[in-house]
């Protein structure tokens, strides 16, 4: 299995930049994609970004389309979430996920996912 720590949240203004870093343990790090999923307060779960396991193909949502850039090191087995033009709709908990590039397509998929980090808090002011 592949365990996941998640680092680099944080208060930005808007307008600001913050990157954060998943990094994981376990050998079948490489087997799977990797993603973010992030969850406001009163809110569901949204898809932000997420990676094929050779880093090859990025898939992303809508709002964060052209702001955020998704990257792993499978030799450091450590993801990027490179956030850029933050907006306070982008204020939420961000989680790190592993599995197949499907089960990060909508929330009733998410059961599928293999593992999750603990979240970081993001908050950008306006």
């Known amino acids: 299995q592949v365990q996941l720590v998640e680092s680099g949240g944080g208060l930005v203004q808007a307008g600001g930049s913050l990157r954060l870093s998943c990094t994981a343990s376990g050998r079948a790090f490489g087997r799977y994609a990797m993603g973010w999923i992030r969850q406001a307060p009163g809110k569901e779960r949204e898809f932000v970004a997420a990676i094929n396991w050779s880093g090859g193909s990025t898939y992303y949502s809508d709002s964060v389309k052209g702001r955020f850039t998704i990257s792993r090191e499978n030799a450091q087995t450590t993801v990027y979430l490179q956030m850029f033009s933050l907006k306070s709709d982008d204020t939420a908990v961000y989680f790190c996920?592993?599995?197949?590039?499907?089960?990060?397509?909508?929330?009733?998929?998410?059961?599928?996912?293999?593992?999750w980090g603990q979240g970081t808090q993001v908050t950008v002011s306006s």
């Open positions: 996920a592993a599995g197949p590039p499907w089960a990060f397509r909508s929330e009733r998929d998410y059961g599928d996912l293999v593992s």
